[in-house]
């Protein structure tokens, strides 16, 4: 399998819920990253990770928790969140830590918190 | 601050040509790229300028202007399958990580 795939695509959960996105890359790519994407908002970057080394915690609320076990693969533990978090979550991954070749994205994680 | 600014939604008929514009004010300039979305899909990538000017991939171009801070992708020959957000993206600094997108132009191509 190529490129950037997330799991699950799509996912409903409570406000007491715990439930973590996961995210693996077979492009041996040195750094991944966790974007929020809301309706008609930028991306918003949250969190950075370069060869398994957290670069950038970009003011993200504690009940984001990510982890990045090795360099493929990365997740998004969450709990405790609120309706507001309910977004668009996207993985990425690039060559180096700065984005300059362009990011290699997945398809996302549709979350609702109801 | 640092912002990227484009227009939020944009339709055209199929078979025309449509320019997407892009201005941009970041504390330095690295590269601007342009990224396609699909709705419910992942963005891929489009295009990356580094120098002023135009670069030309097939139906799609993108021209950068550094001192105006501006941007715009140019999509001829619409075809249907057109329809989707394209991104503008700003990396401000070598060796930074703080790539910075717009909100998206939505384009509606239209029979």
């Known amino acids: 399998e190529t490129g950037v795939t997330q799991t699950p695509r799509h996912l409903v959960m409570g406000m007491t819920n715990k439930k973590s996105l996961k995210c693996e890359q077979h492009?041996?790519?040195?750094?991944m990253y966790w974007y929020k994407q809301s309706a008609k908002k930028p991306l918003e970057l949250m969190f950075v990770?370069?060869?398994?080394?957290?670069?950038e915690n970009n003011s993200v609320p504690s009940r984001f928790s990510p982890e990045c076990p090795n360099s493929s693969h990365l997740f998004l533990h969450l709990h405790t969140l609120q309706p507001e978090d309910s977004a668009l979550y996207l993985c990425?991954?690039?060559?180096?830590?700065?984005?300059?070749?362009?990011?290699?994205f997945g398809s996302g994680t549709r979350l609702t918190v109801v | 601050g640092q912002n990227i600014d484009q227009p939020t939604e944009m339709t055209a008929t199929e078979g025309a040509i449509v320019q997407i514009n892009c201005t941009y004010q970041?504390?330095?300039?690295?590269?601007l790229f342009w990224y396609q979305q699909h709705a419910g899909e992942a963005p891929t990538f489009l295009s990356y300028?580094?120098?002023?000017g135009l670069e030309e991939k097939g139906r799609f171009s993108s021209f950068l202007s550094r001192s105006k801070g501006y941007s715009y992708l140019l999509l001829k020959e619409l075809q249907m399958k057109d329809s989707a957000s394209y991104l503008c993206a700003v990396t401000p600094l070598t060796g930074g990580f703080k790539t910075i997108f717009g909100a998206g132009t939505r384009l509606f191509v239209k029979a």
């Open positions: 990770y370069s060869l398994e080394e957290r670069v």
């Open positions: 970041t504390s330095g300039f690295n590269g």
């Open positions: 300028n580094v120098l002023d």
């Open positions: 990425a991954s690039s060559q180096d830590h700065g984005g300059n070749y362009g990011y290699t």
């Open positions: 492009l041996g790519h040195n750094a």
